[in-house]
């Protein structure tokens, strides 16, 4: 059972209360009409995959109900940080720092 | 290597079984090879099987960071069947059934495929019109699927309850009947003999760190924990790790690697004729040769590469183990693990050449891998060996995803893959 920090609500709860929602930061094309196949590809299919460092979304579904970003160590299913949505990423190495 | 037939085992009978020899040699990487395959589960040991036997290429290695079969291999379920709804899957699937039938006689080697049927399990006027239409593009692509009626289910399933009082009541089921389980074990065992059998090197617990490429961009080899090992082709068939192998040579992949469990109950006297899988209250089960029963649904919530996952999964899955089979409510559970599945954005497979000369990749196959045991090395060893994809697995290929034209297998429904 993960156990995860919500943001918005300042409070760590059992996973069952969060739904993940896959990679973070991925923007949105701004003029999706110029785009070409590969950038669609990229846009709609490519995911890190990572072993190590996840940058990722999750939802308080059965709470507050908000997205917010996280990063997890895939190895460990460790929480290194969560953070609001919108904000920019952490920094990786900081926060490795921190964990140790 | 000593054939298994009825003169031998009487021979060693009367030697008290002292002298077989090993099944497989230990074997340290030689400087060179025609191809080096990644990844020593069923299908990577299964498509140095038929390079070897279909075309001639012996001077193969099989290497993987572990044990053989330790991963996926030995981690499923055992369920093969091939109701896929898309045609192009139907082909494929159903190929490595045709290929599971014949593949104890093909190995000299017991994989125990037994075809005791699969029973889908329709609980909402949804499932049921969506079931009927598996079944009748099935048989359209002949692939054996029929309908049953509740009290046939019964009648084929009898630890099946059926009360119209049930929570999720079975209003009917789709029958593979020449679906069923194997031995997963035996299926490494047995590709790995006789790929060795033939000259193929099987080198294990030696991790690949990085497939190295040449000034012209094409494959020249592996480096390993034991060195660099030189390739005139390399093939990738490393499942849950595939994106791992395939960055180091600059090739990205549609996949994303969850883990998937499974758990099993203590061993009972023989009560389960079948394998039932429910989509709508996702688990399905069926009992090994060994009494235990063998459980398991759908992947972790997230992504992960610990080869575990969480407790509520399997909370989750017993619970509707217990719901579609109150009978089995006080069965203890004995053991449960995981392991890491590659998942692709339309749920379907990916057998392929890549952008880059001399590398290929089999890989993507989910929550299904096991089914497809042979067909997949069947035309991965076809693919690396011609350079061109065999016709079965042509519509299998990563640039899909760039051309729109997608094998949408998640899209049709089957929770349970």
């Given at each position: 059972?993960?156990?995860?920090?919500?943001?918005?609500?300042?409070?760590?709860?059992?996973?069952?209360?969060f739904t993940y929602a896959g990679q973070a930061h991925i923007v949105r094309p701004e003029m999706p009409s110029e785009q070409t196949d590969a950038q669609w590809e990229e846009f709609l299919f490519l995911r890190a995959n990572p072993k190590g460092p996840h940058y990722e979304r999750w939802r308080h579904f059965h709470g507050c109900g908000r997205f917010f970003n996280a990063v997890r160590d895939t190895v460990s299913d460790k929480f290194l940080t969560t953070y609001p949505a919108?904000?920019?990423?952490?920094?990786?190495?900081?926060?490795?720092?921190?964990?140790? | 290597?000593?054939?298994?037939?009825?003169?031998?085992?009487?021979?060693?009978?009367?030697?008290?079984?002292?002298?077989?020899?090993?099944?497989?040699?230990?074997?340290?990487?030689?400087?060179?090879?025609?191809?080096?395959?990644?990844?020593?589960?069923?299908?990577?040991?299964?498509?140095?099987?038929?390079?070897?036997?279909?075309?001639?290429?012996?001077?193969?290695?099989?290497?993987?960071?572990?044990?053989?079969?330790?991963?996926?291999?030995?981690?499923?379920?055992?369920?093969?069947?091939?109701?896929?709804?898309?045609?192009?899957?139907?082909?494929?699937?159903?190929?490595?059934?045709?290929?599971?039938?014949?593949?104890?006689?093909?190995?000299?080697?017991?994989?125990?495929?037994?075809?005791?049927?699969?029973?889908?399990?329709?609980?909402?006027?949804?499932?049921?019109?969506?079931?009927?239409?598996?079944?009748?593009?099935?048989?359209?692509?002949?692939?054996?699927?029929?309908?049953?009626?509740?009290?046939?289910?019964?009648?084929?399933?009898?630890?099946?309850?059926?009360?119209?009082?049930?929570?999720?009541?079975?209003?009917?089921?789709?029958?593979?009947?020449?679906?069923?389980?194997?031995?997963?074990?035996?299926?490494?065992?047995?590709?790995?003999?006789?790929?060795?059998?033939?000259?193929?090197?099987?080198?294990?617990?030696?991790?690949?760190?990085?497939?190295?490429?040449?000034?012209?961009?094409?494959?020249?080899?592996?480096?390993?924990?034991?060195?660099?090992?030189?390739?005139?082709?390399?093939?990738?068939?490393?499942?849950?790790?595939?994106?791992?192998?395939?960055?180091?040579?600059?090739?990205?992949?549609?996949?994303?690697?969850?883990?998937?469990?499974?758990?099993?109950?203590?061993?009972?006297?023989?009560?389960?004729?079948?394998?039932?899988?429910?989509?709508?209250?996702?688990?399905?089960?069926?009992?090994?040769?060994?009494?235990?029963?063998?459980?398991?649904?759908?992947?972790?919530?997230?992504?992960?590469?610990?080869?575990?996952?969480?407790?509520?999964?399997?909370?989750?899955?017993?619970?509707?183990?217990?719901?579609?089979?109150?009978?089995?409510?006080?069965?203890?559970?004995?053991?449960?693990?995981?392991?890491?599945?590659?998942?692709?954005?339309?749920?379907?497979?990916?057998?392929?050449?890549?952008?880059?000369?001399?590398?290929?990749?089999?890989?993507?196959?989910?929550?299904?891998?096991?089914?497809?045991?042979?067909?997949?090395?069947?035309?991965?060893?076809?693919?690396?060996?011609?350079?061109?994809?065999?016709?079965?697995?042509?519509?299998?290929?990563?640039?899909?995803?760039?051309?729109?034209?997608?094998?949408?297998?998640?899209?049709?429904?089957?929770?349970?893959?």
């Amino acid at each position: 059972m993960l156990l995860i920090h919500c943001p918005y609500c300042k409070e760590t709860l059992p996973e069952s209360e969060f739904t993940y929602a896959g990679q973070a930061h991925i923007v949105r094309p701004e003029m999706p009409s110029e785009q070409t196949d590969a950038q669609w590809e990229e846009f709609l299919f490519l995911r890190a995959n990572p072993k190590g460092p996840h940058y990722e979304r999750w939802r308080h579904f059965h709470g507050c109900g908000r997205f917010f970003n996280a990063v997890r160590d895939t190895v460990s299913d460790k929480f290194l940080t969560t953070y609001p949505a919108n904000t920019p990423k952490p920094d990786l190495e900081s926060l490795i720092g921190d964990a140790e | 290597m000593t054939r298994f037939n009825a003169l031998n085992l009487v021979k060693h009978a009367l030697t008290g079984h002292k002298n077989w020899t090993e099944q497989w040699p230990e074997a340290e990487p030689k400087k060179e090879y025609d191809v080096v395959i990644v990844g020593a589960g069923g299908h990577g040991l299964g498509a140095a099987h038929y390079l070897a036997k279909e075309h001639g290429i012996t001077n193969v290695a099989v290497i993987d960071k572990g044990w053989l079969g330790g991963g996926n291999t030995g981690r499923n379920t055992t369920i093969i069947r091939s109701n896929y709804l898309y045609d192009e899957s139907a082909r494929l699937y159903d190929h490595a059934v045709d290929l599971w039938e014949g593949l104890s006689q093909d190995l000299n080697y017991n994989v125990m495929y037994s075809r005791r049927g699969v029973l889908m399990l329709a609980h909402n006027v949804h499932d049921v019109q969506s079931f009927q239409r598996h079944v009748h593009a099935n048989r359209l692509n002949g692939v054996d699927n029929r309908w049953l009626t509740p009290q046939e289910c019964k009648e084929y399933c009898p630890p099946l309850s059926i009360s119209p009082n049930a929570r999720y009541p079975v209003m009917g089921g789709a029958l593979q009947e020449r679906a069923g389980t194997a031995r997963h074990d035996a299926v490494a065992w047995g590709y790995a003999r006789s790929a060795a059998q033939r000259g193929v090197d099987i080198i294990q617990n030696c991790p690949v760190t990085a497939i190295r490429r040449g000034a012209n961009g094409a494959v020249e080899g592996v480096e390993t924990a034991k060195g660099f090992i030189k390739a005139k082709k390399v093939a990738v068939s490393a499942a849950g790790h595939t994106s791992v192998v395939m960055d180091t040579a600059g090739v990205r992949l549609p996949l994303e690697s969850y883990p998937l469990q499974a758990l099993v109950s203590e061993p009972v006297k023989p009560i389960f004729p079948c394998v039932v899988m429910s989509n709508a209250v996702h688990a399905y089960i069926s009992q090994s040769d060994k009494g235990e029963l063998v459980i398991g649904s759908g992947t972790d919530q997230y992504t992960s590469y610990s080869q575990r996952g969480g407790l509520p999964l399997i909370e989750h899955t017993v619970a509707a183990i217990v719901e579609i089979f109150p009978i089995f409510n006080r069965m203890r559970m004995l053991r449960k693990w995981g392991g890491i599945v590659d998942v692709t954005p339309d749920r379907s497979a990916i057998i392929s050449k890549t952008p880059v000369d001399g590398l290929y990749v089999n890989c993507g196959w989910g929550t299904g891998g096991f089914k497809a045991t042979p067909g997949a090395a069947h035309t991965f060893a076809w693919t690396i060996a011609k350079n061109e994809p065999h016709p079965i697995n042509a519509p299998f290929t990563m640039e899909r995803f760039r051309t729109g034209r997608l094998i949408d297998e998640a899209a049709a429904a089957a929770v349970a893959h």
